[in-house]
């Protein structure tokens, strides 16, 4: 099996620059960057050909990505006040039913209101489905010295099938979803706010990885490795691929989201320089809301 390193050594350069950079110091996201973070977020769906649908109303967002189910179908981002909530949740619950979907809510910390609304959605039934912390940097690591094996490939039109199939591979999308994919892929490539890249060993893609730019953050999703290549470092290097590319296009951020309970990652992240932002989780009822037949 190989590994992130030459059968032979590589000498460095005399000129080379110590493998240590003083970390630079960078102010943490203002309470705008945040608020990008979180719709950037929210929104990811939009990225895989899903919509997006802000209710000035009932002052949240509707977000329905491909397919369906629970996993799909969410609001997210209320802005309640203390007295009105219970009536905004029972309104968006009865909409999303009302549209054939599972009533579901992505409540983040510290950002979404009224506070403390995630402990009376426990006290009314719903269930926490899913929890992930967000993290950010403002800076880039290193990167490593690479085998000579190794490359890294952006995603171009003509490889942008190959991407995809990775993805469905490492993440077990279903394959009927491979059409849309690749056209939302191949859309939102060309307009330049997303890029993509594989990870090649010789002749083998052992890793992909996205960025997508938003509200002046740019965001790192699709972070994944082939089984059989985990633990090997792969995505830890185009983690900070992806890094230094969105820095280097101008974002002062960039963000990405990784499951609270997911200590080795989290370990791993927080070496590369990012910290923590927020915690979000998603919240769905426990009653079938479809109606009986």
Not at 79 to 94: I, K, M, N
Not at 129 to 144: C, D
Not at 150 to 166: K, T
Request: glycine residues 8%.
């Amino acid at each position: 099996m190989s590994e992130l390193r030459p059968s032979s050594p590589v000498q460095r350069p005399a000129t080379a620059r110590p493998r240590e950079e003083a970390v630079p110091a960078v102010e943490p996201p203002s309470p705008e960057e945040l608020a990008a973070i979180q719709r950037h977020l929210a929104t990811l769906p939009e990225w895989e050909g899903g919509s997006v649908v802000d209710d000035p109303e009932l002052l949240v967002t509707f977000v329905q990505g491909p397919g369906n189910g629970p996993d799909v179908s969410y609001a997210a981002m209320p802005r309640w006040d203390a007295a009105a909530w219970p009536a905004r949740l029972h309104a968006v619950s009865e909409r999303m039913r009302s549209d054939g979907a599972w009533p579901s809510l992505l409540w983040c910390d510290r950002l979404d209101r009224p506070v403390g609304l995630d402990r009376e959605l426990e006290h009314r039934g719903w269930v926490r489905a899913l929890g992930e912390t967000v993290l950010w940097v403002g800076h880039a690591s290193v990167v490593p010295h690479l085998d000579p094996q190794l490359r890294i490939e952006a995603v171009q039109p003509r490889s942008l099938a190959l991407h995809e199939r990775l993805e469905r591979d490492i993440f077990g999308i279903d394959a009927a979803q491979a059409e849309r994919r690749r056209d939302s892929l191949r859309q939102h490539l060309e307009g330049g706010r997303l890029r993509a890249w594989v990870v090649w060993l010789a002749e083998e893609p052992v890793a992909v990885a996205r960025l997508s730019q938003g509200g002046g953050v740019a965001g790192i999703h699709g972070v994944g490795v082939v089984p059989g290549r985990r633990g090997q470092g792969f995505g830890t290097l185009i983690t900070t691929i992806a890094t230094r590319a969105g820095l280097a296009v101008g974002n002062r951020l960039v963000w990405l989201s990784v499951r609270s309970d997911n200590a080795a990652a989290l370990r791993v992240y927080e070496r590369l320089g990012f910290a923590r932002a927020f915690a979000w989780s998603r919240y769905l009822v426990t009653e079938d809301p479809r109606p009986a037949d």
